[in-house]
């Protein structure tokens, strides 16, 4: 049943060393984003994938990279976290267009901790 | 720049209760809003969303939310709250991305539901 499906649901790294979250979808979406939402504050767009092409928002710092290797599956790089990378990692889904109706689906998130 | 605000960090409500959760939007034309729900640990559910026609939208679990274009207004309510209702509501507002025609959702801070017994 489960649509789109974020692992692991929790996940600790160290200061400075590389980590990857992953992001799968059954709905067959062309659009896959990814948010990051700190403590208490609203979901903050990263980056999206339309298809194959990839969109940065203009503040998602480099660290920060992602990648989409076919329709299912996105992933989020984090090179080197940093202390302030410490969040809940959203995965959502559309089915794209230019009409600004698409609901987005949200997976049930990646609780970063950064030691 | 499309955007909304939610004014109420936080509410507390008997179960049992009514319920109005307050989304303010700042746009000239007519937006399309959505409301989401937050339960603690998940992702975001979509409750309901408005895009044009009956101001007045049914969304799951019993919500709805009326928009209204004189007080840039597009609150969020439910005529008895459940304790399960407990967690954070977003409202949002789609912001086109000009590269391939996508929008992206532009939230809303949050307001958080506790539920008192």
């Known amino acids: 049943d489960a649509m789109v499906i974020q692992n692991p649901r929790y996940q600790v790294t160290q200061f400075g060393k590389p980590v990857t979250l992953s992001c799968s979808q059954t709905?067959?979406?062309?659009?896959m984003y990814w948010y990051q939402q700190k403590s208490s504050q609203a979901p903050k767009l990263l980056f999206h994938y339309y298809d194959k092409d990839f969109n940065n928002e203009a503040d998602t710092p480099d660290n920060f990279q992602s990648r989409r290797p076919n329709t299912s599956f996105c992933f989020l790089d984090i090179r080197s976290p940093g202390l302030g990378d410490a969040a809940m990692y959203l995965c959502?889904?559309?089915?794209?267009?230019?009409?600004?109706?698409?609901?987005?689906?949200f997976g049930p998130g990646t609780r970063l901790l950064v030691l | 720049a499309q955007s909304v605000t939610q004014p109420d960090i936080h509410i507390t409500v008997s179960e049992g209760a009514s319920l109005e959760l307050r989304c303010n939007y700042s746009y000239g034309a007519t937006p399309y809003l959505f409301w989401y729900v937050q339960s603690p640990g998940q992702g975001l559910q979509l409750l309901l969303k408005y895009f044009s026609g009956d101001t007045l939208v049914q969304g799951i679990k019993g919500f709805e939310a009326e928009f209204k274009r004189s007080q840039s207004s597009f609150n969020l309510r439910k005529p008895s709250v459940h304790w399960s209702d407990a967690a954070e509501y977003f409202c949002?507002?789609?912001?086109?991305?000009?590269?391939?025609?996508?929008?992206?959702?532009?939230f809303g801070t949050g307001t958080r539901l506790t539920i008192i017994p």
């Open positions: 959502a889904t559309s089915r794209g267009g230019r009409n600004l109706q698409e609901t987005q689906y």
């Open positions: 949002a507002v789609p912001v086109g991305l000009s590269n391939f025609g996508n929008e992206k959702l532009t």
């Open positions: 709905l067959n979406h062309n659009v």
